[in-house]
């Protein structure tokens, strides 16, 4: 064998290596509640972010739990500084592997379903077919991602000149349960034959991305079960977090300039792909644009714009009444419990995110973003059966949600 061809070999073996290396495994990782009563605690809390401790939840004021991942190298370090100063904590997760296992072992099917997570191919075919059962449904394009693929999503229309809604979903990858709930959501509209749902599925129109950020997703299923952000390599971490890459006050607030961090703002405003293209599908159907709603989890709270301010702009007096009356109805079929509020008063400063790009863009009426289930016991890893029970108390929530803004004037 010559050199060439030895060297051929190598580049080979470390590709093979590459393309099929073994999943990421989260063994012993726990996810611990840490909460922080004193101004002190804070600094406690910045040195583990400073020590790459991966932050599940952020800062959200004292008294509030935040959720930080422990590597089993970690642990000692992490209960020993907490003890001797006096945070408590709690054990939230005690072996995240063990969910990530239980979550693998339903999701065998390749068909589509409500009973597992499915990879993008899977749900690209369930949207295919829903357009070819479906008159009503279209196969729409929102934009492309970095490697390559399509942010595919559906245009529901039952008539002409409806005001349209725009739903997002999996802007940040390992939440999965946002694209299966906005599965739930589409089927719902065209299977229900509940009198409210079919008002809201005929009366507006609505385009919806299960998955908008596709490449992230992918990896999610064959790499990295935690993946966040974008896929597009910088120069020393891969990704940004795309829900900070909307040029609305870029990179001002709970937002990071370092590459490597999970909430990477990109290197300017719309510098992912994902964004800039879907940003220019959003803004080709402004004009009659209504609603834009976007799901993430978890934390069980329903946001208002903005993240980059505590001021109460635009219409937040109304969204406030509309959100208190949305999430009164995701309690009452199993209580689960959500709170309402402006992002920076409900969660932390977080500027560069869709909703509040939409909102301040187009000044569109009703913008809202949903944090599912649940508050932290799962997290990202939120087992399979819950995917009918958040559908369905969503879909409750969804109800409501457009019911008071009709009230109160919000005409379709
Ligand atoms: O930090 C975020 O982007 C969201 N929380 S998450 O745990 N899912 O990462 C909050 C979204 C705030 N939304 C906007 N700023 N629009
Ligand atoms: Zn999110």
Known sequence: MNFCNIIGLV?????????????????NYKVFSVIPHKQKDLEILNFFKKSQYDFWTDFKGLSKGVHIMVAPHQENEFVEILSRNGISFELYIENIQRLIDNEKLTRASSEFDFKNYHRISVINEYLGALAAKYSQVEVVIGGRSYEGRNITGVKVSYKKGNPIIVIEGGIHAREWIAPSTVLYLLTQLLTSTD???????????WHIFPSVNPDGYEYTHTKNRLWRKTRQP?????????NR????????????????????AGSKAFSEIETKTLSEYI???????HGYIAFHSYSQVLLIPYGHTI???????????????AVKA??????????????????YPASGGSMDWV???????????????DTGRHGFVLPPEQIIPTGEEILDSLVALFEEAENIGYKR
């Open 359 to 373: 909102k301040a863009a187009f000044k569109v009426p009703i913008t809202y973003t949903y944090e599912l289930r």
């Open 311 to 325: 001021e109460h702009l635009d219409n937040y007096d109304d969204l406030l009444q509309i959100g208190k009356k």
């Open 234 to 242: 910088g120069k020393l971490c891969v990704g940004a977090d795309a």
């Open 330 to 347: 995701v309690s009452q079929r199993y209580g689960t419990k959500y709170d309402v509020g402006s992002i920076t008063e409900i969660m």
């Open 283 to 289: 803004e080709k159907i402004s004009k009659d644009l």
């Open 245 to 264: 890459n909307w040029d609305a006050h870029w990179a001002e607030a709970g937002a990071s300039s370092s590459e490597c961090s999970e909430t990477y």
């Open 11 to 27: 580049f080979l073996a470390i590709a093979v290596t590459l393309v099929y290396s073994d999943p990421v495994r989260f063994d």
């Open 195 to 205: 009198k409210k749902v079919r008002h809201l599925a005929e009366d507006y129109d």
